[in-house]
Each structure stands twice: as C-alpha cells, then as structure tokens.
C-alpha cells in the first residue's frame, strides 16, 4: 500500500494515451450500453463480408446507445471524436428518418468504412503487429525507451477446430520461434525475448476425452516447438486454458519435461501458465516445481489471475457440479495470487517467477515479498495495457518487465480484446477503477485479506433456489469418472416380459380402480413421492448410466445428461404441483365462497420413446402421477429394461403398486390397445408424427368421453446462420446438434441454412471438425458418437444416406475404424434448397443449404416445412434474432449456441405444428393438461344470513 500509493498518483497525474485500455473502459464502461454495444461490434465488424449485413449490424450496435450524449473529463478527443462520428452514423443507417434510397445507403456505407477503420485503429493498439517481423521491430523501438523490457510474442487466433487449423497454427508458432532465435543471441531465456502457445490451437481435441490422442499427436508437436525454443536457448510458455484442461496440461507438460531431461537439459527456458484463480492453484504450483526437481530442471512459470472466469462459472452451473473450479470472489483470487507469489519465490531452485499483474496493490506485494530475497523474477504486463503503473514501477526499481505482445491480424484480435475487456471491464477489476478518479486510493489498494462481505454465487446444486439442481459428474476428472466406468462395466441388462392381451387388461382395471384412491392422496404427499424418487436416482447416477449405456448404447455424456434430466423433472413436477395445482379460492360476491381445485382425470397412459428411454418416460410417468392419476407406463420396445428399473424405484419411493404399471410391448399391439382402451383417460404420446396421428385417430373413433392427447413428435430442425456469426462458434454448434447421440434427438440439427458470404468457410469447417470426431463403442470415454438404436433405423439411414449421395453434393463425412455394430459415419450433404429436405432422418446426417437476400423469407421457407421443435440462430445482430424468433413458428429457438439439450424449467421443450400438441414437458403449463377442474361454490348466507357482511357493517 505504502509503495504502490505513488504510482497510483503517478498514474493518475499523467493519464493514458486515449487509446489505451483504461482510457476506453473509462469512456465507455462494459456495464454501460455505449461499452457493450462498442464491444460488440469491435468484435464483429470486421469479420463481415457483406455491406448490407454490415449495415444491418452497426445500425443494430449503435442503435442501442447513446453516444452523442454530453461526456467529460481528460479523454474528451476521443468522445468527441467517436461521439460525433457516431452520431452521424446513427442518421445515415437505415431505421433513421430523413433522406432515403440511394442517398442514404451510400451514407450507411460511409459510415460502415468509417467504423471498420476505426475498430482496426483501436485494435492496433493492441496488437504488436500483424505478423512476428513487424512485432519485433515494434518491440525493439519500445525497448530503445525502456531497457528493462522483455516481450513474449502471443500468436493470435481461435483454437484449431480441424487439422489443418493446427497444421496452420504449429507453422505459424514455428517460423515465429526461428525469427525469435534469429535475433539477439546469448543472452539466455530470461534476458531475451520468447513466444506464448496456446495447445488448443495446436490440436482440435486438445481435452481430457482424447487422451491418447493428446499424446500422440499433439505431444509432437509441441515438443517441436520446445526443441526449436531450447535450441534458441529462449522462453518458451505454455499458456494456461480452461480447468478441464487443467490435468491434462500437466501431464502433457511434464512428458514434455522427461524428453527436455534427456534432450535439453540445460535449458531454462520452458515454462507454463498458472491462474490463481483456480482453487487448486497452489497445488499446481508445487507440483510443477516437483516436476522441475524430478527432471533436475528449471522453469519458468508466469502467474496469472485468469481469463475464463466467466465461461468457468458458466460450465459448473451446467454440468451440476459441486462446487466451482475458480473462486467466487475477485479478492479470494488476489489473495491466491500472493499466496501463489510467495511460494514460487520459494521454490527459486525450480522456478523463475514471472508476475503477470497490471494490479498495483500486488505489484507493491510482490516486491516487498521478494526484497531482500535473492530469488530473481520478472513482472510482466500485456501490450497496450497498465503502462502507466509499470512507467511509475520502473521509475523505482529495477525489476525487469515482460510484455506479452499479441501478434496478427486485427480480425484475430478483436475476440482476444474482448476477453481482455471483459476481464478488466468488471466494475470490480483494478484497471477499471484505477481509470476512475471517485475511487480513492486507499480504496483501490485495500488488502484483499478481508473476510467476503457477501456469499458469493449460488453453489450449482443451489441455482435454481429451493430446487437442488441435479448432480453432475465432470467426466474430465477420474475421481468422478472411475464409479461410471465401473458401473457401465458392471451393467446387465435383463429381457423385461412383455404383456398378453389378458395382462393388460387386468392391468388397466387395476390401474382404473386404483385412481380414487390415489387421487385423494393429499397433493403434498404425491409431490414429497416424486422428491423421495428424485433423491434416490440422483443417488443412483452411475448405475443407470450403466444400463443407459448398455440398452440405450448412449454415449458417456449423454448418459449423464439424461439421468439429470430425470432427476430434474422428478422434482420439479413435485414444486409445480404444489404452486400450480393447490385449491385456489376465487373472488366473487359476499355471502358466496369461491374455488377451484383440479384433479387427476383417471388412468393416464404414457407412451415414450427409446432415445431418452429414462427422462422422457420418467418426465411423463412423474407429471401424469403427481397430478393425481393412475398410470400405464408403455416404454419403446428397445429400452424396456431402463423403464422397468425405474418403475421400480418409483414404487420404492412410495407410489402404490395399483397406481403405475410397467406395460412392455410392441407399440402396434400393446401401445395400440392402451389408447383403445375404453378406459384410458388421457394419452401422453412421445415419439414419431406418425405414430401420433394413429393414436389421435384411435382416441378419436372411440365413444364415450373425448380425452386428452398430449404429443410431443419430430422435427426438421433448421439452424440460421447469417455473415456475423463466429465460423468457429458455429462450428461447434452444428457438430454437437448435428451429430451427437448420433443425431437421435428430436431437437437435433438437420438443416443448416448458411448464408453464401461465409458458407465456403463454415463448410470447410465443418468438413474438418467431421473428420475428428471419433465413432465406436458407446461405453468408451473417448467415442463421440455411437451406434444408431437398432437394425431396422440402421437400414432406414443407410438408404437414406445413399439416396443423397445420388442427389446432393456429399460436403463430408467421419472416417470409421471402429467395428462395433450399427454405427452410422456422421455425414453432411449440400442442397439447393429447403423445400429439398422432406422428412425427419433420425440419425447423424446433416443437410446444408445456402442463402442470399432476405432472411424473412428464409424464416418462411423453414415454417413452410410444416414441423416447429426446435430452431438456432447464429448471427451478432441482436435485432435480426428477435425477428427471426418471432416469426418462427417453432417451440424452442437458441440464439448462438447448439440447440440441443434442453434443461427442465429452464428451456420446457415441445414444439408445434408437425411437432405437436404442446403444452411443453419440463415447463408451467405441462401439469394441467393431466388434469379435470372443478369449480366449488357454496352460498355462505344460506342458513340465515350474511354474518361476514352483517359484521363488517356493525363496526
Ligand atoms: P415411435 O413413434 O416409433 O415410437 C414411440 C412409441 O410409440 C414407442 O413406445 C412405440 O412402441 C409406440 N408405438 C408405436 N406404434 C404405436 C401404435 N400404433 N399405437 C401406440 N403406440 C405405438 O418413435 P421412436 O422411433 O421410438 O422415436 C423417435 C421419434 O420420436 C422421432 O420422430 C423423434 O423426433 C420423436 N421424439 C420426439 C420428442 C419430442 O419431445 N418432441 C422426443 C423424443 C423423440
């Protein structure tokens, strides 16, 4: 605190150039609009091919804030600047009054030029230069100004998602790593300049499922690069991602130790990344300097807070784990940071410390730590931000200071600058508050070892409140992994008896007799059955994994999932019930009660299909139960053992054995006479369009009470894709809807509408992400996709696939080398156009379509299709995607991300049209369609008079 005061003076006596980090977050905070739309656009802009979409997409952007609005303070030029600018593009894009037609769209181009170059300006300021050459010889004219300086080059880019990404990447890491060495020798790793690799650009399955593949191809080349750098005798760091990477990365990194040993042994230059905001942190401090004391090396380790918060949190509250990878408190981080800090500087044998911190509460830390000591270290600091601080650090001391310097074209830069503003953008983060001048410095340079003054996030089991969330198992940790694997071995799956004519029957007047009694169970009671269930199977994870895998043949992840999902719809039926279906008393006239109380209908039947032979079948059992009826539970043919276990724990947990029975067969024949059933009071239908017609006209030629039909069918799911949309975030969402579970989704992606300005390159893409997905037994971790759920779909794809090959124009397809029965290569076709694609193939095949012009019509194209599940949109024009999902007749629409995998309660799921009935399972509306109303009146001043009136009136 005492050091670091006068810097914080320093800085704030000489702001920064306008164009630096701080100055921007100062002008235009994230929290704001103008800073979120500014971002926003910074990261897209320039990536767009088209005028029109990039009209559509600044007018989108800047329409959302407000520029022009007064503003003060030292940076004055640049919002006079940007505001006047702005303003003036606010006028000439389209949606403004005034001029039109040509006029006006000539002005919108403009403008467009105008902000494109303006966001290739900002980015420059973050980036060293386009290519390594131009970098150094800005990093040389840096350091002409200030010796102390170091730069660690950082080749800019999304990580690799096919092989020739990679293939891209490692020559790009390589002729840098040469031009680096070519420079300046002798002087050792510390004292020279060294480069920052990312693995997952060098490899697109850089993740703990992929193990051996890791190894066997990636290892290589990095220890390329690490021989190419220890031959320069330069740094050479690898740099730190996501915390499901985290184990992987260190055994990646010290089989890279045990060949430098042999090979290189007197090289100091290699090193990696450790963030202190992972809890496990400390840890891995000590276990890279056990690495560097195993191998009689020394590394170089540079210590940063961390860039994934956000994203970390993000996948913890998905995946249900139980508790967070990353700290929840910005200053539990920073007290890592030190606790971090002083035990590098313990370890000076094994590690030269390198601080990466643009704080200067730590840098002030980290100096008095290491004064007197004689461990040698090195701060460092990103190109284009906290140089006011480190003027004022080296104006005092010293301490050598790295750059870490990205490198490349301002188009790969604005996703990293985005990162970086985000990071720093928080109202939390130093450089945010350093920039502003209401913070005082005693406030900015507080100890952060000061209890939390609030709970921080919710723990995932607790995101949804009173409802625990279902527990998840991270598959990319062993401790977690190990009971699966055991239980999958151990599974077994039993033929289940199917029934006669005669057991249904009696099965159905059973079932028929059973539901006043079950119905007048109280509501609390029923819903506290289906929490009892909840608990047990979320008890019991691995073990249905085990028979989900085995009957199923469902992949590792998709197994998880689905036990979740039925652990999921358990309880929260179990909630809905008791907010939805409770008697609620009705206004009405004095003297007169009112209220409404719903009930069970009678005997349910329940008809679930095999692809989620355990939620499906659970969601539908639980809600039809809860609500107060009886049920015939019919599972698909090919996964009755699943269903029968879980009837099974469903009696365990208290639901009387007269009111569920478990009815096996096949659906001509027994789901047939279920529906006929005189007796029946309601259906609940999932499967195909088909199979729901038959049923619906079944229920239909029946006398007696017209019943309900809930019916939940196929799709022919479309994904929109506009010229903004990340061809790499697209990528990944298409592969994961197209192709996993084999495509056997209802809400899996077949037609992929992708606009031609950038179609060429996502196909490409695609083509490429295709060709490393790796297909086989589905109880292996590392198997993407799996066999397809028997003979009869098997043949069914198989001629569909071979029509297309005949008729469209094959884009791609996943080589496989696996033996296992029935699966299906994932394969992609490209159509002329939408009305092409004429049915749901319920298996890995992707259709792709190109488009030019007017998205609205596009949006009529896919309505025109007739079905309405589920729909993605993939553009950065905010405004577009609304449009687009208010004119989609579809039920679930995703905007930037895949479209598979809806959450109970979070995204309810059904859809409309050819894809059914509604209302949606897993959402408020579902329980009412199980249910009868009945309204209650009694006339309170029958006997006598109105004493409620008559006493409120004598007061
Ligand atoms: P399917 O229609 O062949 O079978 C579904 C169920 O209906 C099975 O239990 C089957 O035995 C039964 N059945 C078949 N004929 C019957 C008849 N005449 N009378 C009564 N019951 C009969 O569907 P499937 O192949 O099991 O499942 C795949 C289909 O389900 C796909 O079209 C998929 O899109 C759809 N699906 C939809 C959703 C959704 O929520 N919308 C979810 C999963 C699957």
């Given at each position: ?26 002008e ?13 656009l ?27 609005a ?11 600047l940007?505001a ?61 100004q ?16 096919t092989?020739?990404?990679a ?9 840098a ?18 480069i ?41 760091t ?13 055994d ?24 202190s ?24 380790v ?27 408190h ?21 590690i ?33 931000m906290?140089?006011?601080i ?38 939390s ?16 340079l ?25 527990t ?33 029957d ?5 079932l028929?007799?059973?539901y006043p009694?079950?119905?007048e ?14 608990d ?17 043949h ?40 009112n ?18 032979p ?88 029946k ?53 031609e ?15 490393e ?30 029509r297309?090959?005949r ?26 156009s ?24 596009v949006?009529?194209?896919v ?25 989609a ?39 009412y ?20 009136l ?6």
């Amino acid at each position: 605190m005492r050091r670091a005061a006068p810097w914080v003076h320093g800085v704030r006596d000489t702001p920064a150039p306008f164009w630096a980090m701080e100055s921007l977050l100062r002008e235009y905070p994230i929290s704001s609009a103008e800073g979120l739309a500014l971002m926003r656009l910074a990261e897209a802009l320039l990536r767009v091919p088209d005028a029109e979409t990039a009209i559509a997409l600044t007018a989108d952007q800047l329409g959302k804030a407000e520029f022009d609005a007064p503003g003060e303070g030292p940076h004055r030029m640049l919002a006079s600047l940007s505001a006047s600018a702005i303003a003036m593009s606010k006028r000439f894009l389209p949606g403004a009054e005034g001029e039109s037609g040509l006029l006006k769209r000539l002005g919108a181009q403009t403008v467009v030029a105008a902000t494109v170059r303006a966001i290739q300006l900002l980015g420059r300021q973050f980036v060293l230069g386009r290519h390594i050459s131009e970098a150094m010889a800005e990093a040389d004219s840096q350091r002409r100004q200030q010796t102390q300086l170091r730069f660690s080059y950082d080749m800019l880019g999304e990580g690799a998602r096919t092989e020739a990404d990679a293939q891209r990447y490692l020559a790009s890491y390589l002729a840098a790593v040469e031009r680096i060495a070519a420079g300046p020798r002798n002087r050792g790793p510390e004292a020279s300049d060294g480069i920052s690799i990312k693995l997952s650009a060098l490899f697109s399955r850089y993740e703990e499922s992929q193990r051996d593949r890791v190894f066997a191809d990636l290892l290589p080349r990095v220890w390329q690069l690490a021989q190419a750098a220890a031959r320069a005798d330069m740094n050479l760091t690898i740099d730190a991602e996501e915390s499901d990477r985290l184990e992987l990365s260190l055994d990646v990194f010290e089989a890279l130790a045990a060949r430098i040993a042999q090979a290189h042994p007197q090289w100091r230059g290699f090193g990696l990344a450790v963030q202190s905001y992972q809890t496990r942190a400390l840890e891995v401090v000590d276990e890279v300097a056990r690495i560097a004391r195993t191998h009689g090396l020394r590394f170089m380790v540079r210590l940063v807070k961390g860039a994934y918060w956000d994203g970390e949190i993000k996948r913890a509250q998905e995946a249900g784990l139980a508790g967070y990878p990353v700290f929840t408190h910005k200053h539990h981080t920073d007290i890592a940071y030190l606790a971090c800090a002083q035990a590098l500087l313990g370890h000076a044998d094994a590690i030269y410390p390198q601080f990466a911190t643009h704080n200067a509460g730590t840098i002030g830390a980290i100096l008095q730590m290491a004064h007197g000591g004689s461990a040698k270290f090195e701060m460092q600091r990103l190109h284009g931000m906290g140089e006011g601080i480190y003027r004022e650090v080296m104006g005092v001391s010293d301490v050598p200071v790295r750059v870490y310097a990205p490198v490349g074209e301002h188009r790969d830069l604005l996703a990293y600058l985005v990162r970086r503003l985000l990071e720093n953008g928080a109202n939390s983060s130093f450089v945010h508050q350093l920039a502003d001048p209401q913070v005082d410095v005693d406030a900015l340079l507080a100890s952060p070892l000061v209890p939390a003054a609030q709970p921080g996030l919710p723990m995932p089991a607790a995101l949804y409140g009173a409802r625990p969330n279902s527990t998840g198992a991270d598959l990319a940790c062993v401790a977690q992994r190990e009971p699966l694997m055991h239980a999958i071995a151990g599974a077994r799956i039993e033929a289940v008896k199917e029934a006669s004519a005669e057991q249904i029957d009696a099965a159905m007047q059973r079932l028929h007799a059973a539901y006043p009694r079950w119905n007048e169970v109280p509501l609390a009671e029923r819903a506290a059955t289906l929490r009892r269930a909840a608990d047990a199977l979320d008890a019991r994870l691995a073990e249905f994994c085990g028979l989900l895998v085995k009957e199923a043949h469902k992949t590792l992840g998709d197994c998880v999932a689905e036990v979740r999902e039925a652990v999921d719809f358990l309880r929260y039926y179990a909630d809905q019930a008791e907010q939805r279906l409770a008697v609620q008393t009705l206004p009405g006239p004095t003297g007169e009660h009112n209220e409404l109380r719903l009930h069970g209908r009678g005997l349910f039947v329940c008809i679930s299909p095999w692809n989620f032979p355990l939620a499906i079948f659970a969601g539908q059992v639980a809600a039809a139960l809860v609500a107060g009826n009886t049920v015939a539970a019919k599972p698909a043919e090919q996964t009755p053992f699943v269903a029968q276990r879980m009837v099974a724990l469903l009696h365990e947990a208290g639901v009387p054995v007269d009111a569920l029975v478990l009815l096996h067969g096949p659906g001509e024949t027994v789901g047939a006479a279920l529906a006929a059933d005189r007796r029946t009071a309601g259906v609940c239908f999932t499967g195909s369009t088909a199979v729901a017609r038959i049923i619906n006209r079944t229920l239909a030629g029946k006398d007696g009470p017209i019943v309900p039909l809930i019916a939940e069918t196929g799709g022919i799911n479309a994904m929109l894709v506009d010229s903004t949309a990340l061809p790499e975030q697209v990528v990944d969402a298409v592969v994961q809807s197209a192709f996993r579970s084999a495509g056997q989704r209802c809400s899996a992606l077949r037609l992929l509408v992708v606009h031609e300005g950038i179609a060429d390159a996502v196909i490409e893409m695609i083509r490429g992400a295709m060709q490393e997905l790796v297909v086989g037994d589905p109880a292996l971790l590392a198997t993407d996709v799996g066999p397809v759920i028997d003979g009869e779909a098997f043949a069914g794809i198989r001629s569909h696939v071979e029509r297309l090959r005949r008729e469209a124009r094959l884009i791609g397809e996943t080589p496989v080398s696996s033996t296992f029965a029935r699966l299906i290569a994932p394969v992609a076709f490209e159509l002329e156009s939408i009305a092409d694609v004429k049915q749901e193939i319920f298996g890995p095949v992707l259709h792709v379509v190109r488009w030019k012009g007017d998205i609205d019509a596009v949006v009529a194209q896919v309505n025109a299709l007739g079905y309405g599940l589920t729909l993605g949109i993939q553009t950065r024009i905010d405004s577009r995607a609304l449009r687009i999902a208010n004119a989609a007749r579809i039920g679930n629409v995703y905007v930037n991300r895949n479209m598979i995998g809806a959450v109970v309660g979070v995204q309810p799921f059904g859809g409309e049209g050819l894809s059914g009935t509604g209302p949606k399972a897993g959402g408020p509306h579902y329980l009412y369609r199980f249910c009868a109303e009945q309204t209650l009146t009694i006339n309170t001043a029958a006997a006598g008079g109105n004493a409620e009136l008559l006493a409120g009136l004598s007061h």
